[in-house]
């Protein structure tokens, strides 16, 4: 999911170069309008890690290219949970990495399978497990995670969230656009209409109050949504919304289900590749 700062500095230039980099409330306006300026890219990032900050805003700068950083604002200068359970479990000093998890039925003795790393293993059944636990569950496992493994190692800054004094410096300035990312990141299509409504509601008012500007855009944590969640986003009050499925957005493109195209960690000419096709030249 991470690209390195220097491939992404090559990125920008590539798309300086080709393309014609526009914010998103611009693309929002061209499909409302009905005129997408041509060759527009817009750069969004999710989930407001700290290097958006650190890292991504200067190469930003440097070439003049907008973005809209989606934010998580129930995790404001926190972890979030998957970064958290991927530390605990590669610093684990336990020598054998066995755990329960009383009430989900989860088990995990010392064993695995021949010739698999075990911290692999077991971080893999992990995410599976707390993946499908509402938010509250999942911070309990969390607890319990964190009482049986953790050895005190701190969080690493590359793998926090952005905080409220960074996150204002982030949205300083007239090239970063600030979006929701919802307040825990759930799976929303698996929620009530109603949960739903309070995820959207609350990040879309901690941001606001956190950046003093009104906030436009949205975005589906994990690329989940349905004609619920479309609603009730719009109904909110923001512009547009993005999804994860890869694509480009076109004419008459459904402004509360914009697709978007994953960027790896690629050097910047096979980007330019990319970028030519998803161009059609
Ligand atoms: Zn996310």
Redesign the pocket.
């Known amino acids: 999911m991470c690209v390195s700062p220097s491939h992404f500095a090559q990125h920008l230039a590539v798309i300086r170069e080709r393309a014609n980099p526009i914010r998103l409330s611009e693309l929002v306006r061209g499909l409302e309008e009905d005129r997408i300026p041509p060759r527009a890219v817009v750069v969004t990032f999710?989930?407001g890690y700290a290097d958006n900050l650190y890292r991504a805003k200067p190469l930003l700068e440097q070439t003049a290219v907008p973005a809209t950083v989606?934010v998580?604002t129930g995790r404001i200068g926190g972890e979030?949970w998957w970064d958290e359970l991927a530390r605990i479990v590669a610093t684990a000093s336990a020598p054998n990495l066995s755990i329960e998890l009383p009430g989900t039925g989860f088990r995990w003795g010392s064993g695995g399978s021949a010739g698999s790393d075990p911290r692999t293993e077991l971080l893999q059944a992990l995410q599976r497990a707390l993946q499908s636990l509402g938010d509250d569950a999942r911070a309990d496992a969390l607890a319990q995670i964190r009482d049986s493994l953790a050895d005190g190692t701190p969080g690493r800054v590359t793998h926090r969230c952005l905080d409220a004094d960074e996150l204002s410096a982030l949205a300083g300035g007239d090239l970063i656009e600030v979006g929701a990312?919802?307040h825990t990141?759930p799976d929303l299509a698996s929620l009530t209409g109603e949960d739903q409504r309070r995820e959207v509601e609350r990040s879309k008012a901690a941001l606001e109050q956190l950046v003093d500007r009104p906030v436009q855009g949205f975005?589906y944590?994990?690329g989940s949504f349905n004609d619920a969640s479309r609603r009730i986003v719009r109904e909110c009050g923001f512009a547009s919304a993005c999804g994860s499925t890869p694509d480009l957005s076109r004419r008459r493109s459904d402004l509360f289900a914009l697709p978007r195209l994953f960027v790896s960690d690629i050097d910047g000419a096979t980007f330019a590749k990319w970028l030519g096709w998803w161009l059609g030249d």
């Open positions: 999710d989930d989606f998580i979030l990312h919802s990141h975005s944590p994990h």
